[in-house]
C-alpha cells in the first residue's frame, strides 16, 4: 500500500505565496507521473501540474509563470511553489501518483487526502 501525504496549505492573501509538499511512502518501486490537481467548490477536479520522474514539467495555462513544481526522487516527494496567487486559485489541492509497488508488474493511480488552499484579503 502506498500513501500520499500533502502538507503547506493554508490561507493567504492575494499576491501571497505558498509552498505545498506531497510525499509518497509505502512498498514503492517506482514513481512515473506525479502531480497536483485542484478542485473548487461546484468544479470539477483539474490538473494543475505534473512532473515526470526525468523532471519534465507540465502546467495548466492558468498557472504558467506563476506556479513551479519540482521533485526530489530520493524522497519520492514534489512540491508546488505557488507566488502571485489570486482568489480563483482557492481550491482543496490533491497530490496524485502513478506508483508501480514492491513485487508488482502493474502501476496503480494514487491520491493524497487534499489540502485546503485559500486566497483572500
Known amino acids: 500500500q502506498v500513501q500520499l501525504v500533502e502538507s503547506g496549505g493554508g490561507l493567504v492573501q492575494p499576491g501571497g505565496s505558498l509552498r505545498l509538499s506531497c510525499a509518497a511512502a509505502?512498498?514503492?518501486?517506482?514513481?512515473?507521473?506525479m502531480g497536483w490537481y485542484r478542485q473548487a467548490p461546484g468544479k470539477q477536479r483539474d490538473l494543475v501540474a505534473a512532473?515526470?520522474?526525468?523532471?519534465?514539467?507540465s502546467y495548466a495555462d492558468s498557472v504558467k509563470g506563476r506556479f513551479t513544481i519540482s521533485r526530489d526522487n530520493d524522497k519520492n516527494t514534489i512540491y508546488l511553489q505557488m507566488n502571485s496567487l489570486k482568489p480563483e486559485d482557492t481550491a482543496v489541492y490533491y497530490c496524485?501518483?502513478?506508483?508501480?509497488?514492491?513485487?508488482?508488474?502493474?502501476?496503480?493511480?494514487?491520491w493524497g487526502q487534499g489540502t485546503q488552499v485559500t486566497v483572500s484579503s
Open positions: 512532473i515526470t520522474s526525468g523532471a519534465s514539467a
Open positions: 509505502g512498498s514503492i518501486f517506482s514513481i512515473n507521473i
Open positions: 496524485n501518483a502513478w506508483v508501480r509497488e514492491s513485487g508488482s508488474a502493474l502501476g496503480r493511480n494514487y
